[in-house]
């Protein structure tokens, strides 16, 4: 009996053993498992951390890129550093000069200047370092040697018959459309964003015919190759059995395959935008070079930066500036060095002469030295009265423009020796209280002359047209008047205009299509004011829209005693194409093209 006691004793024994080694064994198990677990969530932390901090990394040198273009394209000096804010993470980068520069040409003449830079930036997060390098090229593109730039979409909707003959680029989409027919003899036809066969204020209107030249190295060389494809509208790809939403454009993308046998290479097979742009606007058949005319952002077009509004105030908040406002006086005046809040903008700090009218309707002139040379200058300038209907939008109040007589201001012996001349007005507003500047007897210019202004700008006759010099003008807003206007205009009334000549670059802003509300488009971009029916407005030179009016603010409208359109004789100045033959600072667009990122 005591045996089997014995026995049962023991066997109760080595189950209470493994039963012990079982529970040992399971919290070991367990203990390993917790612990692998939370080295997998320390893992999993670190690895988040350092993603974290390589995008915040990525995004300040991002961030850097965009401050060299920025500086680049107003002027500025490139900054050695600086600090981004990537989320809510304020992040730190340096940018260093590679020391490569160079300028490249294109057949055509089109200079773009070269710059490298390399941006480094490095983040932490909970103690997890990330860095990114990138070496970059800015290149930096006189922007009067395109026909067109807009920073914004750009519409072409123009009623008559319309070539443009040169570079074309939006920073944004562009709508094409025409009444009769829209032609582009150009090898460069570019949008950041989209191109769209239709309207803006209406996507379901796509009429008209567009054609586009495909692609050739110059094609302001007369010898080449000349051949156009068409940018179908919708009703032309309905007529070919093609269904669209608008037309051949970027919202064509799964193309059309016919037969259904899942290529496009048989006839009636459409490619969707993005190759077919490539392959129908590439170079004509047996063409020994290759390039294509029309590219979108999903071809890579990138956003160029471009001098901001900016540059043509009067005064721009500085800290540790020359001057400040004098609120009984109504103006800026100069304090002592670095204790004012104020300096003046871009082309007004560089103009070789100054015309600054006061709030009270007096004006002063001022040379590159700060000298007051008003008496000087007094036979040329004097405060005058128009009518504008578009900014007077039924009013019957006239608006007070600066009127600068050309022809008087050459023989003052005070004409911008570095040939920029700014002018701008106090206490500018909208509607009526969008004071302007107006030049008058401007055919005739003894020098290369850029007149800047903050302030809508109204040319009134021929202008530079005897002996052509290179010019522009920059503004809020362009208004041309024709050689016989003669400041009788009235509310209700349209004076009749004449043949009128332009030889001028224009930067220039415009209000922006809204809803159903068209902004009048490029064949609108310059305001008119009289009765053009059967008279042409011939201008030679760059349409640059970099801005939105910040005054000339009034709708366009057509019709009525607002305006009726001209003949458009216009044409892209090709003198442009050397840049000695540019006008006196020329602004830049600035691109930036990623050479290599680790």
Same mark, same amino acid.
């Given at each position: 009996?005591? /045996?089997?006691?014995? %026995?049962?004793?023991? #066997?109760?024994?080595? !189950? &209470?053993?493994?039963? *012990? $080694?079982?529970?040992? +064994?399971?919290?070991?198990?367990?203990?390993?498992?917790?612990?692998?677990?939370?080295?997998?969530?320390?893992?999993?932390?670190?690895?988040?951390?350092?993603?974290?901090?390589?995008?915040?990394?990525?995004?300040?040198?991002?961030?850097?890129?965009?401050?060299?273009?920025?500086?680049?394209?107003?002027?500025?000096?490139?900054?050695?550093?600086?600090?981004?804010?990537?989320?809510?993470?304020?992040?730190?980068?340096?940018?260093?000069?590679?020391?490569?520069?160079?300028?490249?040409?294109?057949?055509?003449?089109?200079?773009?200047?070269?710059?490298?830079?390399?941006?480094?930036?490095?983040?932490?997060? /909970?103690?997890?370092? %990330?860095?990114?390098? #990138?070496?970059?090229? !800015? &290149?930096?593109?006189? *922007? $009067?040697?395109?026909? +067109?730039?807009?920073?914004?979409?750009?519409?072409?909707?123009?009623?008559?018959?319309?070539?443009?003959?040169?570079?074309?680029?939006?920073?944004?989409?562009?709508?094409?459309?025409?009444?009769?027919?829209?032609?582009?003899?150009?090898?460069?036809?570019?949008?950041?964003?989209?191109?769209?066969?239709?309207?803006?204020?209406?996507?379901?209107?796509?009429?008209?015919?567009?054609?586009?030249?495909?692609?050739?190295?110059?094609?302001?060389?007369?010898?080449?190759?000349?051949?156009?494809?068409?940018?179908?509208?919708?009703?032309?790809?309905?007529?070919?059995?093609?269904?669209?939403?608008?037309?051949?454009?970027?919202?064509?993308?799964?193309?059309?395959?016919?037969?259904?046998?899942?290529?496009?290479?048989?006839?009636?097979?459409?490619?969707?935008?993005?190759?077919?742009?490539?392959?129908?606007?590439?170079?004509?058949?047996?063409?020994?070079?290759?390039?294509?005319?029309?590219?979108?952002?999903?071809?890579?077009?990138?956003?160029?930066?471009?001098?901001?509004?900016?540059?043509?105030?009067?005064?721009?908040?500085?800290?540790?500036?020359?001057?400040?406002?004098?609120?009984?006086?109504?103006?800026?005046?100069?304090?002592?060095?670095?204790?004012?809040?104020?300096?003046?903008?871009?082309?007004?700090?560089?103009?070789?002469?100054?015309?600054?009218?006061?709030?009270?309707?007096?004006?002063?002139?001022?040379?590159?030295?700060?000298?007051?040379?008003?008496?000087?200058?007094?036979?040329?300038?004097?405060?005058?009265?128009?009518?504008?209907?578009?900014?007077?939008?039924?009013?019957?109040?006239?608006?007070?423009?600066?009127?600068?007589?050309?022809?008087?201001?050459?023989?003052?012996?005070?004409?911008?020796?570095?040939?920029?001349?700014?002018?701008?007005?106090?206490?500018?507003?909208?509607?009526?209280?969008?004071?302007?500047?107006?030049?008058?007897?401007?055919?005739?210019?003894?020098?290369?002359?850029?007149?800047?202004?903050?302030?809508?700008?109204?040319?009134?006759?021929?202008?530079?047209?005897?002996?052509?010099?290179?010019?522009?003008?920059?503004?809020?807003?362009?208004?041309?008047?024709?050689?016989?206007?003669?400041?009788?205009?009235?509310?209700?009334?349209?004076?009749?205009?004449?043949?009128?000549?332009?030889?001028?670059?224009?930067?220039?802003?415009?209000?922006?299509?809204?809803?159903?509300?068209?902004?009048?488009?490029?064949?609108?971009?310059?305001?008119?004011?009289?009765?053009?029916?059967?008279?042409?407005?011939?201008?030679?030179?760059?349409?640059?829209?970099?801005?939105?009016?910040?005054?000339?603010?009034?709708?366009?409208?057509?019709?009525?005693?607002?305006?009726?359109?001209?003949?458009?004789?216009?044409?892209?100045?090709?003198?442009?194409?050397?840049?000695?033959?540019?006008?006196?600072?020329?602004?830049?667009?600035?691109?930036?093209?990623?050479?290599?990122?680790?």
């Amino acid at each position: 009996m005591k /045996n089997h006691n014995l %026995a049962i004793r023991e #066997r109760r024994g080595v !189950a &209470l053993f493994y039963a *012990l $080694f079982t529970v040992l +064994v399971a919290g070991s198990l367990i203990a390993l498992s917790m612990a692998a677990s939370q080295v997998a969530h320390r893992n999993s932390q670190v690895k988040r951390f350092d993603t974290r901090a390589q995008y915040l990394a990525e995004g300040a040198v991002e961030t850097a890129k965009k401050q060299v273009q920025t500086a680049i394209a107003n002027w500025g000096s490139v900054p050695a550093s600086g600090t981004a804010t990537v989320g809510e993470t304020q992040v730190d980068y340096t940018i260093t000069p590679t020391g490569f520069t160079t300028t490249n040409t294109d057949a055509s003449g089109i200079q773009t200047v070269v710059t490298g830079y390399e941006l480094e930036a490095e983040a932490t997060v /909970n103690g997890a370092k %990330a860095t990114a390098h #990138r070496v970059m090229n !800015a &290149l930096a593109t006189p *922007l $009067f040697q395109y026909a +067109v730039f807009y920073d914004s979409d750009l519409e072409i909707q123009p009623g008559a018959d319309m070539t443009i003959r040169g570079r074309v680029h939006t920073n944004r989409d562009m709508y094409l459309g025409a009444g009769t027919t829209l032609t582009f003899n150009t090898n460069y036809l570019r949008a950041a964003g989209d191109i769209y066969r239709s309207r803006k204020d209406d996507p379901s209107n796509s009429s008209g015919n567009v054609r586009i030249r495909n692609w050739v190295a110059n094609p302001f060389d007369a010898l080449e190759p000349s051949m156009y494809t068409q940018m179908n509208s919708k009703s032309q790809m309905s007529a070919l059995g093609v269904p669209s939403t608008g037309g051949y454009d970027s919202r064509f993308v799964t193309g059309y395959d016919s037969n259904g046998n899942g290529d496009y290479t048989e006839t009636g097979d459409w490619l969707p935008f993005g190759p077919g742009a490539l392959a129908y606007w590439e170079q004509p058949s047996g063409y020994s070079l290759t390039g294509n005319t029309v590219l979108t952002g999903d071809h890579g077009v990138t956003e160029s930066t471009v001098p901001s509004v900016g540059s043509t105030a009067m005064y721009e908040p500085s800290p540790n500036g020359d001057y400040a406002w004098n609120s009984p006086l109504k103006r800026f005046v100069q304090v002592a060095p670095g204790t004012g809040s104020f300096s003046p903008g871009y082309y007004h700090s560089q103009a070789g002469l100054s015309i600054l009218t006061f709030a009270d309707g007096t004006w002063k002139a001022y040379d590159a030295a700060g000298a007051d040379v008003s008496t000087a200058v007094a036979p040329a300038v004097s405060i005058q009265k128009m009518y504008d209907a578009r900014q007077a939008n039924g009013s019957t109040t006239k608006l007070n423009v600066t009127q600068i007589d050309m022809a008087k201001l050459a023989l003052t012996g005070k004409y911008p020796a570095n040939g920029l001349l700014y002018a701008a007005n106090y206490g500018e507003g909208t509607g009526l209280n969008a004071k302007g500047i107006r030049m008058v007897n401007g055919a005739s210019l003894p020098a290369k002359l850029t007149v800047a202004t903050p302030d809508p700008m109204y040319i009134w006759g021929d202008y530079n047209t005897t002996a052509e010099k290179p010019a522009a003008v920059i503004c809020d807003s362009l208004n041309l008047l024709s050689k016989v206007w003669d400041d009788s205009k009235t509310k209700g009334t349209l004076p009749v205009a004449a043949d009128t000549t332009y030889n001028v670059a224009v930067v220039t802003g415009n209000t922006d299509t809204v809803g159903s509300a068209y902004n009048g488009g490029l064949e609108n971009l310059p305001r008119f004011h009289e009765n053009w029916d059967g008279k042409t407005s011939t201008i030679k030179g760059s349409f640059v829209k970099p801005w939105f009016s910040q005054y000339a603010t009034g709708n366009w409208v057509y019709g009525g005693d607002r305006y009726t359109a001209p003949k458009r004789n216009w044409s892209y100045n090709q003198a442009f194409n050397n840049v000695a033959n540019l006008p006196p600072f020329t602004p830049m667009s600035v691109t930036a093209q990623d050479i290599v990122s680790w």
